[in-house]
């Protein structure tokens, strides 16, 4: 695949933020300011550039022309300073590519509590900006990998009045992930490219609501970042009719979804440690909220996902898990699959032969798991990981 | 440690109900009828007993005479199939104790979903009954045990008028750990034995509050059982005047909840593959729920918990788990030590050295993890385990 949008250009350097011999600064650029959209992680506690990139977003300035992004350190928790590195940052790329030090945006990734090594983020700059290139947007994606082990992007097309418009995106992000994004969840970041002409007001609204269907959809640890962040450009470049939310825009925005939804699936099969790649759907719930909120506690139980680690149909932890998640609901309704496979019926195993043929599906990588309730028409989906010994090697292992 | 209780005998056998060579079923009884008090799951999804015991609790018929208990099988999701064994249960104990049906309470812990191997407990029943003995409440702890390495019990003795009172309690659960009893959270099972005079009515009160302030507490994996239980049994024949929220209730309540602490405590330093046991409080919020939540979102953080695991002092975890638990905070405020070494103050790291002393911290079994808000006077703390390889290895093999 080809990781080309056209008007933007990638780079990414070697700076030794944290490691030797790896890239850790990246550098995206439109050759035009592009209509800017961005989601940033709910936490109450949030990175540095996350606080500077809300503020400008208020603010009404949905352009941009580059983002800086780092990964090593997440710049978190790190008070006044940290926010004055993340003005500098971008006063320092601003300066080096002619611009205005607004229509640049910025990401860090990394370990929480440590000030940036801005000495080496400033020596690094002249050839960040000096290396930009439009082969090189791949570079990029692997710049901002953490515990990643691989890159994630993905690309689509279509055709919009007999113009062919381009979507591109990039994701890392492999621990620290059950996203939670809006204008105000993993270390997730996310950047999507387009050479398509939007609406900006249009632009933030459907990227906001494809992030709800997708990548707030995914959980790996159930563990929400501080610097989670998805920055989406388009840079108009493909000169079609302007699209917004009565030209084209269902259109565009099933693209959208659509590769979003692609980059997410990539971040759970890449997550830390993962072996298996589960979507647990709840149905026959009251609402959609109940069904989601189920189906999150379903995902982030320990007992399920080793249980999915170890290729067990254990669905007496996930009932248990359902029973826990705070909603009153009628055991002897429940009926629960792997697959197509029913294994629980009226609340109860339906025996041997049925939890073979679900121990067979669960030795693929990706499988289903479906909740029924019985008690009503809404229903949700998340995207699970399972919990294996190398997430807890990572992770012990991480910092030091 | 001597477990004697006057007026009760216990018993245990090898029934074979899922492993050979194992105590499995376990039987209590009181000489004469004892006030009974009971603490469920709140687990939406319960077992066949729990529901059978709720039921009785509610009848008010707060008096028993013996509780059967069996590992190896939780006899839940197990339908009316598993409702009529716990009455045949009952049946069987009660003919060949002579008792009353009525007067006999149970429990289950183990797999969820198959039926209870019900010849082999009608073969064992003779045995059991005839094994009793005042010496065997030892045995009971043993049999009670699924992946639990250690017996669990405390005792202890008050003087009340000049007469010698014992209070004694029996506990297990290892995983599935995060107790939400009530009437109507890990199996947890206790069982609590005292020859003490009470007031039935102000039993199940004082049972109740000193669950929620021990039990309820600890966090091994946050999994809430199907079958959580603890029964009270006091059969009076110490012969002291009524114990009731008038008389001598303040003294027994804190003799009580000293014993539940200690079991609690036993059962997060024996949880699975638990290699440290942490105190996690949360200060400084503006009330105890959300003291409560965020220290809870902290303790099942697994992000948070691999750190304790891997001894690693990362403290941006903990202040990233405390910021999605759903509350608004001010970053800047935020504080965090290690035992008594501060780490963060007003949101940012205070240095490599006090990291250091926090790492050292850590290296012991049992440490504590302090986060003050700085928002108000509330405050909450939970008794939490670490995430370890262990953990992942017993739950991903546990059923196959």
Redo the contacts between chains.
């Keep these: 695949m080809t990781f080309l949008v056209p008007g933007f250009e990638g780079s990414a350097v070697e700076s030794g933020i944290r490691y030797r011999g790896r890239l850790d600064l990246g550098l995206i650029a439109s050759a035009v300011p592009a209509a800017l959209a961005g989601v940033f992680t ?5 990175a540095a550039p996350v606080l500077v990139g809300i503020e400008r977003l208020h603010k009404g300035r949905p352009y941009a022309r580059a983002i800086v992004v780092n990964s090593g350190n ?1 710049n ?4 006044p300073e940290g926010i004055a590195h993340v003005h500098e940052i971008h006063g320092l790329a601003a300066k080096e590519m002619g611009i205005n030090p607004e229509e640049i945006m910025s990401s860090s990734t990394g ?4 000030p940036l090594p801005m000495d080496r983020i400033r020596r690094a700059m002249p050839a960040l900006v000096a290396g930009l290139s439009d082969n090189a947007l791949d570079c990029v994606a692997d710049a901002i990998l953490t515990t990643d082990t691989v890159r994630k992007t993905a690309i689509r097309h279509l055709d919009i009045c007999g113009i062919d418009i381009t979507i591109a995106g990039m994701a890392k992000g492999a ?2 992930i ?1 996203p ?1 994004m809006g204008l105000p ?1 993993a270390t997730m970041l996310s950047f999507i490219l387009s050479d398509a002409v939007v609406d900006p007001a249009w632009w933030q609204v459907i990227v906001e609501e494809a992030v709800s269907d997708s990548f707030n959809q995914i959980i790996i ?6 610097n989670d962040t998805l920055l989406a450009l388009a840079n108009g470049l493909a000169g079609n009719p302007i699209i917004n939310g009565n030209r084209h825009g269902q259109l565009f925005k099933a693209v959208l979804e659509d590769l979003f939804q692609d980059l997410a699936h990539q971040l759970v099969r890449g997550g830390e440690g993962v072996t298996k790649c589960v979507t647990i759907r709840v149905e026959g719930a009251r609402n959609r909220d109940e069904a989601d909120k189920i189906a999150r506690t379903v995902a982030k ?3 399920v996902k ?2 999915f ?2 290729e ?1 149909p ?4 996930i ?7 705070g ?3 009628d ?2 309704l ?1 009926e629960l699959a792997f697959n197509d496979v029913t294994i ?1 019926k ?4 339906v025996g041997k032969e049925a939890e073979e043929q679900a121990k067979e599906a669960m030795a693929a990588e990706e499988f289903s798991v479906t909740l029924d309730l019985g008690l009503g028409k809404a229903r949700a989906q998340v995207l699970a990981s399972d ?3 190398d ?3 990572i ?6």
């Design positions: 709910r936490n109450e506690v949030k997440a978190a928790c790190t008070g370990v929480i509590g440590e621990g620290m059950g939670n969840r640890d159930g563990d929400t970042s501080t139980s320990p007992l080793t249980a680690f170890g067990d254990n669905w007496g932890r009932l248990a898990a359902a029973g826990r998640a909603f009153p609901m055991q002897r429940i629980v009226g609340g109860i195993g919990l294996s010994g997430y807890v090697r992770n012990a292992d991480y910092r030091s």
